[in-house]
């Protein structure tokens, strides 16, 4: 058999991997351009996210187990009799950047095509569609000019919003790794958050919340006012910006009050100020920082306009970048999926446009204005003006702000349906009609990456169960419903043949988005397309496929999609203050991704080895806030805004700055108590764009008074005594679920409640019943490990589950008490800490015995104890350990074998 090669199905970066031909293992790709056989941890622990135990497996309809044949034409029925009774606008399709072009594409095309409904709006309104917005506004089209390539081959690489070495960890290597090479490169990292993106910088601006619009006003006054000025450029290739530039002088005022507002010092502003104006091959990134943001277009396009007075965009290390989060926001943009937009980077309220797309199709029904956005949608579905949506590939009863209020919205739908690839999800426990996806492995399209290059994801599993892959699904209803012959697809290909060829039809380098030379593919190529960098217009097909080039870089010669060619420059909206909270909401919560999961957990939840870095939901705070609030580390803290509430354990992190807090996204309904963060965001948007601004949300924090602390670790799902907080994850074979409460709980209590599995007990408890240990034996050996203590019970997690399976095997062989403690008799293996390198298990103690025993580089660590050596992910985790524990002389004989 062949090696097959595939695409990660997490984040932007796109990187390819190999599925080896003779150990079946998954690999990363060595020939793939986005990461030349790298891959994070979460890409290396995908094959433990396989296989169909968690699946769903079948249809189901109305709570029953249904055919296909039953399921896609009731979806089609009740699809039609809202369309009948009430008009297009009350149906709505809410999409994702998870689906692949294919699939995206033709929900776009059933909708927009054929129901009559621009209603079709995807999560990637909550992600990219910022900076969608301000490259429209700006460069007149929605093109990202430049390339991994210009981070390495930038003298400035400044990341705005972005914690890059977590959320695009293999961009970063590439960006550490150049930096290596040439270490005069510049570094800037602007971010409230002391993140392990900012500890690797040269400059971390620790900016106020939201400030970034004062920063990048303030920059483009300063640029204008220190002659940094590309002045042919300017004159050129853009209409007002010297306009634009006054009004940025004008208000900004001098550096130290631009430094004052943004929460910074004079000197650390000049410094970057003067950086900026120095280097012309400059990188700005920027991310989630910056779109989720309630005046995030107006801060995305200054950043724009940074580069334009300066002349650099898409240059060889001189560009402005917004780096995509999904696998496939790329391709989404691509298809058309957001609300206001058309198939092909067209746009729905253009008249030449929809009559284009219309003959393309052959359908005169396209809508003639913008669907509803995300936020907008799901008020709609509240307000019973959409009586019918279709979810594909997200989780929005998690993901939406003020997610109360959609649990609400669709339980009180008329018809809800699903498509998702796994079982129990908050927004599946919703739905009318559940339907099986194919999941990543089973499914073949093209993905597109941050630096617009198109990837094949390649199926090397068959099918799970029933399961289908998204296209087929949809067009199975398109055909039930009458329009079999626009949706007659047989494989993948000819869809993607399709968006080829409408990308290139009549475009003539009026529009950005052109891949037409890539309609002709038989299917063969298509099996065997290389990764490719778009545009690749059609007069390129003429060469051999093997041969076709794609672009990787837009936009050098100045030359915009834009009526006269220039870019446009637009003025913008200063907010005067950015300060959100008030005296019942005292605090800015700030939220985002954790290094090891993946959005509502879905699929990295599965990985006991992705569960292991941080495995518990938390609030980040400064420690001289939990202080004064009486909050201790790890207490369980209520955190709650005018919208909602959660309740999540209290971390302390000095480089979170006082006043301000900070939430992982991932944990939800299926895995705690209540920890979905979406439930404290308020509605609030952009007003262009419609993206919530997620990073500064206005909660007071609380301590939550509880009387025990108890971790429960079970064979099988187990009732819980009443508690006021608890969370799970999968290891293994068991389930570990953590617990605090204030309800007694006593050894009847847990014999109650666990009996039914178990036919012995071993117990101890202390004469006041506070402190309690016990161990559940059945027939199959141990079923459950109980521990509930005044304090969070300490053990040695990995011990202990290994130990309850060694258990089984051979009982008594084990020592009773130490089984019962959750620690090992010997004591060898003491309090490890967190697990710094998921690929080779490494934990912090180890890691720290590594420099202790005198290993002061990171190699050195990795040679001494492997951690940092596989993915590196985690580099940075131990350059923090490194800087904050300068190592013993070094003393080499004794740290490396
Ligand atoms: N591990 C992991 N990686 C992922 C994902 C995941 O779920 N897990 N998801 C993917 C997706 S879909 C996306 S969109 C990307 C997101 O990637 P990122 O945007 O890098 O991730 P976030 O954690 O959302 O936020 C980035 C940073 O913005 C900072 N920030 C908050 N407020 C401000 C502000 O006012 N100004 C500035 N300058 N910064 C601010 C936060 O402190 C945070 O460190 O990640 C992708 N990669
Ligand atoms: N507070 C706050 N909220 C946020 C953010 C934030 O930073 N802060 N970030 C926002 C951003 S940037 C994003 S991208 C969103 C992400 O939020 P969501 O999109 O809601 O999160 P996911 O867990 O990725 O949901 C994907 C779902 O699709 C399923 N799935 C996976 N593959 C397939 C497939 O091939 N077909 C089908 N049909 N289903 C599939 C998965 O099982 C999962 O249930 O969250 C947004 N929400
Ligand atoms: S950086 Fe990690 S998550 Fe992102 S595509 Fe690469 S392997 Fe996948
Ligand atoms: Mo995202």
Redesign the pocket.
Known sequence: MNSIRTTC?YCGVGCGLQMDSKSSELLGDTQHPANGGRLCVKGSALAETLGSQSRLLQPRVDGLLASWDHATSEVAKRLEKTLKRYGPESVAFYV????LTEDYYVANKLIKGFLGSANIDT?SR??MSTAVAAHKRVFGSDTVPGCYEDLELADLVVLTGSNMAWTHPVVFQRLMAAKQQRPEMTIVVIDPRRTVTAEQADLHLQIAPGSDVWLFDGLLAYLGTHDALDRQYIDQHTNGMDDMIAASQARSGNLGEIAGRCGLTAEELAAFYQKFAQTQSTVTVFS?GIN?SAHGVDQASLILYCHLVTGRVGKPGSSPFSIT??PNAMGGREVGGLANMLAAHMDIDNTEHRALVGEFWRSDKLPEKPGLKAVDMFRAVADGKIKFIWI?????V??LPESDTIIRALAGCDHVVV????AD?DTLRLAHIQLP????GE?NGTVTNSERCISRQRAFLPLSGQALP?WQIISRVAEKLGYGHAFDYHCAADIFREHAALSGHQNNGSRDFDIGALATLSNAEYDQLTPIQWPVPAHQASVFLTQLQGTSRMLADGRFFTRDGRANVVPVNIPATLDVTDVDFPFVLN??RIRDQ???M??TGLSSRLQRHISEPFVELNPEDMAELNITDGAIVRVSSAQGNCVVRARPQPGQKAGSAFMP?HWNDCFASQAR??AL?PSRVDPFSGQPA?KQIPVMLQAVEVDWYALLITRTEQPLPENKYWSRRQMGDWQVVTLAGTEPVSMNTCRTLWGEHVTAWTEVEDDDGEHLRLLGTGENGAQLWFAKAPQPPQIDESWLLDALLAEDAAATSMSMPALLLGIPADQSAQQAGPLVCSCHNVYQSTVMAAIDAGCDEVEKVGSCCRAGTNCGSCIPEIKRLLAENQPAEAEEAVCCH
């Open positions: 199905p994702s950047g998870q689906l999560n909550l992600c989630q989720q989060g999904q594909m590939a997200t989780n929005p998690v993901s498509s998702d690839c796994v999800t996806a194919a999941a990543w499914k998204d939220t985002g993946w959005h509502t879905t699929r996204i963060v979406g965001a997620f």
